[in-house]
């Protein structure tokens, strides 16, 4: 725990409107939204905050989304939202928000799937489930870059992988549905093929943690290879997120 | 309403048509036409033959029912709406099973509130009115069909009035207390009690 920065774990739960001060793209389906906070406090890693969007009419939509930016950067929270061609909310952040708009949010929320600096830990993330995992991950190379964490991170081809100019040795992509043959570029650690047992087994910790977030079949198929490998369930974190919007 | 301030507007969103069913999701849900799983950890595997359900701490009369036990109390059908503190809420679905008020009856409770508790070490705690007069059902069934291992079966708690998190999954049991306890959401930044008509989401709510 030494050497992490102290966060909080009360929320101030109040809804406010925060400004968006960046956007960037950060695949073809997926953004990152900067958000500066009037009333900020520190996030543990792995928290979310809410938004809430509010038609003319009064109608309000509100989802959940997780934190990617680390804890210690005062003033804002970054967001990265998956674009979901169906849904209500995301398609609203990627297709109508700009810089300088103004959304309502509320957080930092919830401290179960919360990483508190125990070690050490391995990140097993599919899709955008590799959010809250890369909080956790540049929360450690800030804070304490000394604490053993792998992530695990399984994506559909090369170029939907977020954050890839971030992952360094300490991350393996897992690319599900890239061809054989392609050259793929700009990832130090990667591999063809979801992730197996065998790849759990030998990226395996034999104490601490392991945190999954991706869709419910992902985090099932992982948590059994984890479990194969010799975690036991109370070492086992997960979220999930169905469908969503 | 117009004695409230003026209300934030987010440029340029209409929403989804508002259409039937809306002034049945409660603040802040949308409507979802799946049944999303959400669990803290590993999914359990209890087979019926290990399953039981025991009420304990402060009654008057300590039961267990095991499986077969269980399948003669009487089962009734629960139609309801579901709401999940994530913001997604299920319309129209059913459940079957005992209702609580048949399970505490025999166990004569001595105490106001209590404490799930499930297979996987899960708990939640629910005060005895949340629990009684017809609110409240140990489900083993869903829309027909024994209730699926990701969703809690063979057996989970049903309280529909309150977010789904008090509606324990792999329940395994309830224990009477004289006093309220934070269960494991509850103790995780989650609202004590979770009506989602007051949006009690969290412990600041």
Redesign the interface.
């Known amino acids: 725990m030494v050497g992490l920065t102290e966060v909080a774990q009360r929320a101030p739960g109040r809804w406010q409107i925060a400004e968006v001060e960046q956007i960037r793209v950060e695949t073809p389906r997926t953004k990152t939204f900067r958000l500066r906070l009037p009333m900020w406090m520190p996030h543990l890693p792995g928290q979310h905050y809410d938004v809430r969007l509010t038609a003319p009419d009064g109608y309000q939509a509100e989802r959940s989304y997780s934190i990617a930016s680390p804890p210690d950067d005062e003033g804002a929270v970054e967001l990265t939202i998956d674009r979901l061609d169906d849904g209500e909310v995301s398609p609203y952040f990627h297709d109508v928000l700009v810089e300088g708009d103004q959304v309502e949010v509320r957080g930092p929320f919830a401290s179960y799937f919360v990483w508190r600096g125990e070690v050490p830990v391995l990140l097993i993330g599919g899709g955008s489930g590799v959010v809250p995992l890369m909080c956790m991950l540049r929360h450690r190379r800030r804070a304490a870059p000394e604490a053993p964490m792998r992530l695990l991170y399984s994506a559909r081809a090369r170029a939907e992988v977020i954050y890839a100019d971030e992952l360094g040795d300490d991350a393996i992509v897992a690319l599900t549905r890239e061809l054989e043959g392609v050259p793929i570029e700009g990832l130090p650690r990667v591999q063809l093929g979801r992730i197996f047992p065998g790849l759990i087994a030998a990226e395996a910790f034999d104490s601490g943690l392991a945190f999954v977030c991706g869709s419910n079949s992902f985090v099932e198929s992982i948590s059994q290879m984890l479990l194969a490998a010799g975690y036991a369930p109370d070492r086992i974190r997960t979220e999930r997120f169905g469908p969503t919007g | 309403m117009a004695s409230e301030e003026p209300?934030?507007?987010?440029?340029?969103?209409?929403?989804?048509p508002?259409g039937p069913g809306a002034d049945r999701l409660p603040?802040?849900?949308?409507l979802?036409r799946?049944?999303?799983?959400?669990?803290?950890?590993?999914?359990?595997r209890v087979e019926p033959s290990e399953w039981s359900f025991r009420i304990d701490g402060m009654v008057d009369n300590e039961l267990e029912w095991s499986w077969d036990e269980f399948g003669q109390l009487p089962a009734e059908d629960v139609p309801c709406d579901i709401h999940c503190v994530?913001?997604?809420s299920k319309l129209g679905t059913s459940f079957r099973g005992v209702s609580v008020d048949v399970l505490l009856e025999a166990a004569r409770p001595e105490g106001e509130f209590s404490m799930a508790r499930s297979f996987?070490?899960y708990t939640t705690n629910l005060a005895l009115e949340d629990l009684t007069g017809g609110r409240a059902w140990v489900v083993t069934e869903h829309e027909g069909a024994p209730l699926p291992r990701?969703h809690g079966g063979p057996a989970r708690l049903l309280v529909p009035h309150l977010y789904f998190w008090k509606s324990a999954k792999w329940v395994r049991g309830l224990r009477i207390m004289d006093h309220d306890e934070p269960g494991?959401?509850e103790s995780?930044?989650?609202h004590n009690r979770g009506d989602p008509w007051k949006e009690e989401?969290?412990?600041?709510?």
């Open positions: 209300r934030f507007v987010s440029r340029g969103f209409t929403g989804r508002h603040p802040g849900q949308y979802e799946g049944f999303p799983v959400l669990t803290a950890g590993p999914t359990p994530t913001k997604w996987g070490g990701e494991f959401w995780n930044g989650y989401r969290y412990w600041s709510d």
